[in-house]
């Protein structure tokens, strides 16, 4: 399997005339590589959908376990220093998981984010591959808690939020909010319907 080299987003210039996407590619010896699109030319917007699935493994998200850990998007958040360690036991329900927190079990829920329609088992995949049981992730609590009594947790693998990664690949929508990252939910949102990727694979 293909791996995916580093890709960072940034929408660099938006003018009446010039919609600019910017892709960055980490290359050997800390160089990058940069490649611009005008989003505003029907070509280069096609052009800039083929270069990302270019270095996206097509299969993965949706059918089979996915090669791609790391968010496309909000490469510039840092891990807080507020988290907390934890193991994982299962997903359950949806954005659900059940784990070990301080010592004790615990349930968390994603938050800031729903599950797209028609996405309920891509994600199950996807988060079984990303968080399965014993791997350790870190927890950043909102303070709040979900209807069922879970907390509201952003999760962090490695520096990649997973709540971001869910809603970068179509498979989870942003909640309307003031909570945190709710910018970089909204750019994860707009690179999916642009890409066509999860919920939007289908659309014209």
């Not at 097509?58 to 958040?77: C, Q, S, Y």
């Not at 659900?96 to 797209?116: D, Q, T």
């Not at 808690?145 to 179509?170: A, D, P, T």
């Amino acid at each position: 399997m293909r791996k995916l080299a580093t890709l960072a987003l940034a929408i660099i210039a938006s003018t009446a005339s010039a919609q600019l996407q910017c892709f960055y590619k980490d290359l050997v010896a800390g160089q990058r590589q940069q490649v611009c699109f005008d989003m505003s030319k029907p070509r280069e917007a096609q052009a800039a959908q083929d270069y990302i699935r270019s270095l996206q493994p097509r299969a993965g998200i949706f059918d089979n376990p996915i090669t791609v850990r790391e968010m496309l998007t909000a490469r510039h958040l840092t891990v807080p220093a507020k988290i907390t360690p934890f193991r994982v036991s299962e997903s359950t329900d949806g954005l659900i998981i059940k784990g070990i927190m301080n010592g004790g079990p615990e349930e968390i829920k994603l938050s800031g984010i729903v599950i797209a329609p028609g996405q309920e088992v891509s994600v199950a995949r996807l988060l079984g591959w990303l968080v399965p049981p014993a791997s350790i992730v870190n927890v950043e609590a909102t303070g709040e808690y979900s209807v069922g009594g879970q907390k509201e947790v952003f999760l962090w693998l490695g520096n990649n939020l997973i709540n971001i990664i869910l809603v970068e690949r179509g498979l989870a929508l942003p909640i309307k909010s003031k909570g945190p990252y709710e910018g970089e939910l909204a750019s994860a949102a707009e690179l999916a319907k642009t890409q066509r990727l999860g919920m939007y694979a289908e659309s014209k």
